[in-house]
Every structure is written in structure tokens, then in C-alpha cells.
């Protein structure tokens, strides 16, 4: 609670103002109250003093200079003597806003979850059955001629390869089970700039046999407390994307920044190479099993798992693309 004079001076508070900004009883005192609200917050706030009350809910700053979000009541009036003072709720949000964040994060993954329940059950229902019906078929094929040697031989080979493209399938979706068993790792301080090192070193040969250049920039940002192997994946596989699908009359550029906007970091990965046609792909494109260029050997699940773990890091993904170009993700 606060009480001001007309220009918004602090003339009283209460104990639980000191706790919740962090200033004591006298450092308040002759200070104006707009200081306690965030700069991007002000105006809404100071053109307010026009009326005579003010409800609504607005960001604030702390003395250490932590931004929080607040309820703000604030309303005039009149003391016997003539003269104006203003009286001022203002109600710490932070806790509550926590809790909608959270909650919102447990609906957010109900549905994730519900998502990946419903293309694993279209995976089984199609991926699976089919490399199994082959299967099945040969080797009821090798029971019915069982005297034909070079036939079955012929038989065993195609059995042997259906079920390499079975086991290939459950592999793949063990990984992207194993994916979201990931979170539960403890969270790291990491530089995005040895990252990026420690993976030229892991790729060194590839990048020497197609004359990658490489350029970063995180002047503006290079360090984040986040999951290490969520990071490397993303990083690594982002990397990769872009010299598999690199351009053969171009010499391949990758660059990679990092921005730091007001509360958010973003990081940008863009390539000089074939691009992809958003017209036709774009909302296929982080699609599980979705491939675009069938001549460069893939199986479609990097982009999805890439955008599955930058989303239970709570962040997101967008892409432009043109073809013959290249491409930005952010």
C-alpha cells in the first residue's frame, strides 16, 4: 500500500510494500511511485492520474531490477485541507503467474502427448504392418517351397531386409521416446559458441571434404542454463541439415547467431543451400517421416525431434526457405 502526493512523491507505505520491492521504509520516502513501475508500463500508468482510480494489471520493478508483474489499484482523494493524496494497491502477480505458466506447460504437453499418441498409432497401424505382412508372406513362401534352394535363398534375403526396416522403425521411435525422457536431466550453464566447436571437431572431416564455412556471431549473447544434450542435438543436427542439403555448384555458408531480445533469446541458423518449397511443404515440414528431396539419403525425423525438444524447452521454431536459395530456421 502507498499513499503519494499529487506529482506521485511517496509520503507512506506499508510493511509488505519493503518485502515486495525490496527498498526499506525510508529509501521510499521522496521517491516517485512511476520508479516502481516498468518503463514500458509507465505511460499506462501516469496518463491514468487523469481519472480518479486506475485498475489493472501492469509490469514492475524491484530494486535489484527484476521486472514482475503486479495488480494495481490506485485512486484520489481529497483531505480536509483541499490538497490531493493518492492512494495505491499494488499486488505481486509473480507466484500466480508461475502457476498459470505451469499449468499451462502441463496442458500444452497433455496435448503434445496426445498428438504423438495419435502418428504413433498411424506409424504402427502403417509403417509397421507393412515390412511385417512381408514378412509373414515370405515366410510362408519358404514353408511352401522348401525344396527350391536358390528361391529360398532369394527369400531369406528379402526377409532379412524387411525385417532391417522394421527394427529401423522401432529405432526411430524409441529415439523420439527417449527424447522426452530427456527433461528430467538437470539443466547446464552452456556456451553456445564452444558448442558450435565441439561439433566442428565431431563433423571435422565432412566439413573438409565439402569446404564448409562456418560463421557465428553471439556477441550479443553466447551463454544459457539449459539441457546440454537438448542443445547439441539441436545444434548438431541443424548443422548437418544444412551441408547434407548444401547446393553442388555452391561452396556451403552456414551462420549461426544469437539475438537477446527483452525476455527471450533467439538463435538463428541460416545456409546458402537447396532450400525447400514452403508453398507445397511448408506445414509438413517438422512432420515425423516427412522427406522433400528423395535423392539425398534421410529418414525424416531430424526436424521433428529437433522441434520437439526446443518445445519442451519451452521455446519454438519457424522456418523461411526458398528454393535454390536457402534457409533460415529461428
Not at 232 to 254: A, D, G, R, V, W
Not at 286 to 311: M, N, P, S
Amino acid at each position: 500500500i502507498f499513499i503519494t502526493n499529487s506529482r506521485g512523491i511517496i509520503i507512506k507505505v506499508n510493511s509488505a510494500a519493503t518485502k515486495i520491492f525490496g527498498y526499506s521504509e525510508s529509501e521510499f520516502y521522496d521517491i516517485n511511485i512511476k520508479s516502481l513501475i516498468h518503463q514500458e508500463s509507465q505511460s499506462a500508468f501516469m496518463n491514468s492520474r487523469i481519472s480518479s482510480v486506475f485498475t489493472g494489471e501492469l509490469n514492475s520493478i524491484r530494486k535489484n531490477n527484476e521486472i514482475f508483474p503486479t495488480e494495481i489499484y490506485s485512486s484520489i482523494f481529497q483531505l480536509s485541507s483541499g490538497q490531493e493524496r493518492i492512494f495505491t494497491i499494488i499486488r505481486d502477480l509473480s507466484e500466480k503467474k508461475q502457476k498459470e505458466l505451469e499449468r499451462e506447460k502441463i496442458l500444452s504437453n497433455l496435448a503434445q502427448r496426445n498428438r504423438d499418441l495419435e502418428q504413433f498409432s498411424y506409424i504402427i497401424s502403417h509403417n509397421l504392418r507393412s515390412p511385417l505382412a512381408n514378412i509373414l508372406g515370405l515366410t510362408n513362401l519358404l514353408e511352401e517351397n522348401s525344396s527350391e534352394t536358390d528361391r529360398n535363398n532369394l527369400i531369406i534375403r528379402n526377409l532379412h531386409r524387411a525385417s532391417e526396416n522394421l527394427d529401423n522403425i522401432i529405432k526411430d521411435l524409441s529415439e523420439i521416446l527417449q527424447v522426452r525422457k530427456q527433461v528430467q536431466e538437470e539443466k547446464q550453464s552452456l556456451k553456445f559458441s564452444e558448442l558450435v566447436e565441439s561439433i566442428k571437431v565431431s563433423i571435422e572431416n565432412l566439413i573438409t571434404e565439402k569446404s564448409v564455412t562456418i560463421e557465428t556471431d553471439f556477441s550479443q549473447i553466447d551463454e544459457i542454463k539449459t539441457l546440454k544434450s537438448y542443445f547439441y542435438s539441436i545444434f548438431y543436427n541443424l548443422i548437418l541439415n544444412s551441408i547434407h542439403y548444401s547446393q553442388k555448384e555452391k561452396t556451403p555458408i552456414i551462420q549461426i547467431r544469437s539475438n537477446k531480445l527483452l525476455n527471450k533469446i533467439e538463435i538463428v541458423f541460416k545456409d546458402n543451400g537447396i532450400g525447400i518449397d514452403l508453398e507445397k511443404h511448408g506445414n509438413q515440414i517438422f512432420g515425423l517421416y516427412k522427406r522433400f528431396h528423395f535423392d539425398i539419403e534421410g529418414k525424416g525425423i531430424g526436424l521433428y525431434i529437433i522441434k520437439t525438444q526446443i518445445e519442451l524447452l519451452g521455446g519454438s521454431i519457424r522456418i523461411e526457405s526458398i528454393v535454390d536459395e536457402g534457409t533460415v530456421f529461428t
